[in-house]
């Protein structure tokens, strides 16, 4: 299987199966396009002289090429995995990753909230040390010989127990040594309860911060009110500034929600750059009911795709002139990741990756905490719901039938499991219209890697790739 497009300039195509990338002249991308569509060799000879009678001359040597590019198994290669994905997720029994919910409450009122203002659907409340703690050393139990373990402080907002915070980071550092673990920390705040304290304590002790803002001012204080119903942007941008700065500019990212309300987000993420000096970018669509005034719309897809585009043409732009910004989804890399286990068992939500309440409940993620019916265990008992754990064993991008004739099911790995859940009420669904926002980006990052081939000085402002596996290869954040 082969995918290919035309973007910014470029005739692209993607051999799906070896994720080879070729970057081709037009007599080449008709020829492709035209085999990959079962037309006989002598039919595309004929419809390619017809086309190109000046390059008559070549038909024949880029044939070659292409034969040559299919015998080294970098186009129309096999699809050699799909016998082997049950067993490449199967394997898979440590814990390497936990979402620690430190607060089910939250000092803002963002009305698109997916978390229900932070309660999760259920009650206010802040984990006590014991409970994280806990939770920390069944991490521990359950990692195996993985040595870098990751836990994301997450809520609601997770400053409102920002002592807990601070005693979990100093029990992980304590049993570090002699578990041989090395704890990677994280942040998730709306940042209205950034003081210098927590600025300085978050720049020693958390390798990435996630910061949400929405973007331009009437943007994010459209839905991101405190409980008064006051716009949280005043506040809480120079607090952001600030913890920037103090960091150097890395490890964090800006984390937006566009919403049918503004689907020209690139407005926003041009306002973090520009205006405001954020280099460090993401922005994700809003999850909400359809019937949500929030909720994306069909006819919100042609702006939205419109929108990537410009994205990806601006960042070249910015390379091209030595001031790059980062946008999550557009980070790749071609050659030395993700490993093939990644590109077919996902984000290892259910099974090297949970959520934890408050109470120390255990839940796939985040996005499933609340309902019962996906309720792994605790921390005390460890997973006791283990049919759940083993259908998220199997949930990989082969167990959901949607997903076979997509030319993006190697990249996405299936998508959200929580995503589906909630669009198909089946966690081996696709939320397809997810589906169409991820292949746009892919069409759009892909472009830009071809761009930075074609011109090394775009390619000297590529975002840095770090390693989040033991003794694997590089991810691609996708």
């Not at 994700?284 to 069909?298: D, G, H, I, Q, R």
């Not at 985040?366 to 309902?371: M, S």
Request: proline share 4%; hydrophobic share 40%.
């Amino acid at each position: 299987m082969i995918h290919a497009y035309q973007l910014n300039g470029y005739n692209i195509v993607l051999d799906v199966n070896s994720a080879s990338v070729h970057s081709v002249d037009p007599l080449a991308y008709d020829a492709i396009t035209m085999l990959d569509a079962g037309t006989p060799r002598a039919g595309v000879r004929g419809a390619l002289a017809a086309k190109y009678p000046e390059n008559a001359a070549d038909i024949d040597d880029v044939l070659a090429d292409i034969d040559a590019l299919a015998a080294a198994g970098k186009l129309f290669s096999p699809d050699g995995w799909a016998p082997r994905a049950g067993e490449l997720k199967d394997r898979s029994t440590v814990v390497k990753a936990l979402c620690l919910h430190v607060a089910h409450s939250c000092n803002l009122d963002c009305a698109y909230c997916f978390a229900a203002q932070g309660k999760f659907h259920g009650e206010a409340a802040l984990m006590p040390f014991e409970t994280g703690k806990r939770a920390l050393d069944f991490l521990v139990e359950n990692s195996g010989t993985r040595h870098n373990l990751e836990v994301d402080f997450f809520g609601g907002e997770p400053l409102m127990n920002f002592a807990v915070c601070k005693q979990l980071v100093a029990y992980a550092r304590s049993i570090g040594g002699r578990t041989g673990k090395h704890f990677r920390f994280t942040l998730t705040t709306n940042g209205v309860a950034l003081t210098d304290e927590v600025i300085e304590w978050v720049n020693k002790e958390c390798y990435n911060v996630v910061l949400s803002l929405d973007g331009r001012r009437e943007v994010n204080d459209r839905f991101r009110k405190d409980l008064a119903g006051n716009g949280s942007y005043d506040r809480i941008v120079p607090r952001f500034q600030k913890l920037v700065a103090a960091r150097g500019g890395k490890g964090y990212y800006m984390r937006g929600t566009f919403t049918h309300h503004n689907p020209d987000f690139t407005r926003d993420l041009f306002h973090m750059a520009d205006d405001l000096g954020f280099s460090e970018l993401s922005m994700e669509p809003v999850v909400a009911a359809p019937n949500s005034p929030e909720a994306l719309t069909e006819a919100d897809l042609p702006i939205l795709s419109a929108q990537y585009e410009l994205l990806a043409r601006d960042m070249l732009r910015r390379q091209r002139a030595g001031r790059p910004i980062t946008f999550y989804h557009y980070i790749l890399d071609l050659k030395h990741g993700p490993c093939i286990y990644k590109r077919i068992a996902g984000c290892g939500s259910g099974t090297e990756y949970m959520a934890v309440t408050p109470w120390g409940d255990l839940y796939p993620c985040h996005q499933f905490v609340g309902d019962a019916a996906y309720k792994l265990g605790d921390v005390w008992h460890g997973v006791t719901n283990t049919a759940l754990r083993d259908e998220f064993k199997l949930c990989n991008v082969y167990a959901r039938p949607a997903c076979r004739d997509c030319w993006a099911r190697l990249w996405c790995a299936g998508g959200c499991a929580a995503n589906a859940l909630h669009a198909t009420g089946d966690i081996h669904g696709v939320y397809e219209y997810g589906c169409k926002l991820f292949r746009k980006r892919m069409e759009c990052a892909l472009m830009m890697k071809v761009a930075e081939a074609a011109d090394p000085a775009l390619a000297a402002g590529a975002p840095h790739l770090e390693s989040d596996c033991d003794g694997c290869t590089p991810k691609a954040t996708l």
